[in-house]
């Protein structure tokens, strides 16, 4: 069975960072896009970046342009996701998603991550 193994998450104060990686079991990482969503307390999940097979096209969600960077290692078979100057804003838990094809949106997320929490303190 394919899986999406995440780590990284954590509590960090306010202007901090946090580096979350996701690593997949199947050798066929290199076929699929990659992206991180994230779930807010009270809010819909939604997508924080995407990265596509080759990692030359890659999205990311106004909110965090200019602050996270999404890369990937398909040798690794891992997708990472560099968080600088965090707020408290960015508080969620982040998951990391497979898609079938780009642009990942989230009805094209085949696979999940079972999550990872980052809390970022004021």
């Known amino acids: 069975q394919v899986q999406l193994v995440e780590s990284g998450g954590g509590l960090v104060q306010a202007g901090g960072s946090l580096r979350l990686s996701c690593t997949a079991s199947?050798?066929?990482?290199?076929?699929?896009?990659m992206g991180w969503f994230r779930r807010a307390p009270g809010k819909e999940r939604e997508s924080a970046a995407a990265?596509?097979?080759?990692?030359?096209?890659?999205t990311y969600a106004d909110s965090v342009k200019g602050r996270f960077t999404i890369s990937r290692d398909n040798a690794k078979k891992t997708v990472y996701l560099q968080m600088n100057s965090l707020k408290p804003e960015d508080t969620a838990v982040y998951y990391c998603?497979?898609?079938?094809?780009?642009?990942?949106?989230?009805?094209?997320?085949?696979?999940w991550g079972q999550g990872t929490l980052v809390t970022v303190s004021s």
């Open positions: 199947a050798r066929t990482f290199s076929l699929y896009p």
């Open positions: 998603a497979r898609g079938s094809n780009w642009p990942l949106t989230y009805d094209k997320v085949e696979l």
């Open positions: 990265i596509s097979r080759s990692g030359g096209m890659i």
